[in-house]
């Protein structure tokens, strides 16, 4: 399974993810698509949302979490 193919399945974890890249940034939005090296996180809501192009290489895989909403929690997110 290719790196992409495992952030298929944190795209697709709760309604909305959050991480932090290597320099420390954290990013909380919505995945909108993925490529075998990077994706793209929608952040913040409406016009004042920005889209971010992030590397693979530099999200920091230990901070990966989702929203459940049935518990309405931030859960972490292993990626398989």
């Not at 940034?25 to 992030?54: F, H, P, R």
């Amino acid at each position: 399974m290719s790196l992409a193919d495992r952030f298929v399945a944190f795209a697709e974890a709760g309604n909305q993810q959050r991480l932090s890249l290597r320099d420390g940034s954290v990013l909380q939005g919505w995945i909108m698509e993925i490529t075998e090296d990077a994706m793209l996180v929608s952040t913040g809501a409406g016009e004042s949302g920005k889209d971010n192009w992030v590397k693979l290489q530099d999200i920091d895989e230990a901070t990966l979490a989702y929203w459940d909403a049935r518990q309405q929690a931030w859960l972490r997110f292993l990626l398989p």
